[in-house]
């Protein structure tokens, strides 16, 4: 079974946010209180910083290569 999950980028909000915004918070990149489901400007800090610990160059959204990354155990 797969999910396709979208391309994010800033001002995109829903639960496909939500889900990202939960996995950079697993990974300590965001704070509790900046999981909203609205794609804003910490959630986009955490979101560079999480594609430059991961070698992933080039734009700053959220990708299949970067869901991949993000989705690992």
């Avoid at 955490?46 to 734009?59: D, I, S, V």
């Amino acid at each position: 079974m797969t999910i396709d999950l979208p391309e994010l980028e800033i001002g995109a909000n829903g639960l496909a946010v939500y889900i990202m915004q939960a996995a950079l918070r697993y990974r300590w990149l965001l704070h509790a209180d900046d999981v909203t489901g609205n794609f804003d400007l910490p959630t986009f800090d955490a979101l560079r910083e999480f594609r430059k610990q991961h070698y992933l160059t080039g734009n700053t959204i959220c990708d299949a290569l970067t869901w991949r990354e993000l989705l690992k155990e």
